[in-house]
């Protein structure tokens, strides 16, 4: 064979042949790996460590083996990195195989060299992506050596039960590092949740990668053994759990984005366009960060021989109103009125009238929310409205979110009073 020959021309010999190659490699990497400072110490813990014996043991119970299950490897054909993530697994079956029963393994980014490579090593190659949502029926060692942080998420959302939780021993990242270094993202809010849920459970044994700081940067982060020990008497697996965290994360969320100095209008806009909000906050008068004022608006358009009005209410940082207005309008729609009672209130803090540098709006009106935020596109008509309310938002930074009409109920009595206080 003329290994410099165009590999079109017999590419099943080439994988072959490569899958030969990185076998003997794979061997180099795993006896390197062995004599390492890494996986001495990692092999002296599981040996003489009196709370990971504990764990491992109570783990096992009456089975026998442990079914371990890899996740996130990548490819050893195309990754150094990868190569020594494996040979820790291996080594693992090799020195502990009292207690490590069968491998199995899957990975997306795996080649057909890979898979070769994995059978010829004793693995079982998963053929279908179970996107780490296995649910463990047996003591299982799930090793994640690089995942990405929603697998996480998805692997314990698969086992989100004590029954399940409590057979289950994760070899990955750190939780308490991926905590503090995930990024703000929607599809890692999940796993943030569980984390944030499962950490009281969870003990957490960090795995020394030594002082070299080659074997630091072969883990994408610090790698840990995570146990659970979640009490069978706490409904952690009620579907109430989640929707209950979820709404309290973005509270956390919301208050910090409005504490956040640099954040501009627009910026806002970008949050409130997209965000729905939790819903505490539309439901309920909640004080609002320091360095802002609130304006609530409310517009009722033209019916029968009742003509269309607005109204607009500040309140201060301590909830307390100090301005307020009111006005008629002679237009039939709902958001057109609230555009109009906007417009008004934003009228007031570009004059001056209300000492206000940034500025929270709240309308129980939803499409006139997003139409303020950039979405939807709104008719022509409407468009020519907000064109004045976009030039006034131009000059102070504000934030304009929905809230529920029992939270708005100051602005809604005052449109519909016959009072006419500070009438514009």
Same mark, same amino acid.
């Given at each position: ?50 709370? /990971? ?44 195989? &009292? ?47 690089? *995942? ?21 021993? =994760? ?16 599809? &890692? ?29 072969? @883990? ?7 146990? @659970? ?10 579907? %109430? ?14 208050? %910090? ?10 910026? @806002? ?62 237009? %039939? ?33 939803? /499409? ?9 596109? *709104? ?6 409205? =907000? ?15 929905? /809230? ?16 006419? *206080?500070?009438?514009?």
């Amino acid at each position: 064979m003329d290994f410099g020959e165009n590999m079109e021309s017999n590419v099943e010999f080439h994988i072959k042949d490569e899958a030969k190659r990185l076998l003997k490699e794979i061997e180099l990497v795993k006896k390197n790996v062995e004599n390492s400072k890494f996986y001495t110490g990692m092999r002296l813990d599981l040996k003489e460590n009196d709370t /990971i014996q504990k764990k491992i043991f109570g783990l096992l119970g009456s089975s026998k083996k442990f079914q371990v299950v890899i996740y996130g490897l990548g490819s050893t054909e195309y990754s150094f990195r990868s190569q020594f993530q494996l040979a820790v697994a291996l080594l693992l079956k090799q020195d502990f195989p &009292n207690w490590i029963d069968n491998i199995e393994i899957y990975d997306p980014c795996m080649s057909p060299a890979d898979i070769i490579v994995f059978k010829k090593l004793g693995l079982e190659v998963l053929t279908v992506d179970e996107n780490c949502k296995r649910t463990a029926q047996r003591p299982t060692i799930f090793y994640m050596p690089n *995942p990405y942080f929603y697998l996480v998420g998805n692997l314990l959302g698969a086992n989100w039960s004590s029954s399940c939780l409590n057979q289950i021993c =994760l070899l990955t990242n750190s939780f308490r590092t991926m905590l503090s270094e995930m990024p703000q993202a929607s599809q &890692n809010l999940e796993t943030r949740l569980r984390l944030l849920e499962v950490l009281d459970f969870t003990t957490e044994i960090d795995i020394k990668t030594s002082d070299s700081q080659m074997y630091a940067n072969l @883990f994408s982060t610090e790698i840990a053994w995570h146990f @659970f020990d979640v009490d069978p008497k706490i409904d952690i697996d009620k579907p %109430e759990w989640y929707w209950l965290y979820m709404q309290r994360y973005l509270e956390d969320v919301f208050l %910090e984005d409005m504490g956040k100095d640099h954040l501009t209008g627009t910026q @806002f806009a970008n949050i409130f366009g997209v965000e729905r909000g939790p819903r505490r906050l539309r439901c309920n008068k909640v004080p609002h960060p320091p360095g802002w004022i609130k304006l609530n608006i409310c517009g009722i358009g033209t019916k029968g021989d009742q003509i269309g009005r607005c109204s607009g209410i500040f309140k201060d940082e301590k909830g307390k109103c100090f301005d307020m207005y009111k006005g008629d309008i002679d237009v %039939e729609d709902n958001v057109i009125a609230g555009i109009e009672a906007l417009k008004l209130g934003l009228a007031r803090c570009v004059e001056g009238r209300t000492n206000a540098e940034k500025l929270i709006v709240e309308s129980d009106n939803v /499409i006139l929310v997003q139409y303020v935020n950039g979405r939807p596109e *709104p008719n022509e008509t409407t468009m020519h409205k =907000l064109t004045e309310v976009f030039d006034l938002l131009k000059c102070i930074t504000c934030a304009v979110y929905h /809230i529920y009409e029992e939270a708005n109920e100051a602005a809604r009595d005052l449109v519909l009073s016959a009072e006419c *206080p500070n009438s514009a």
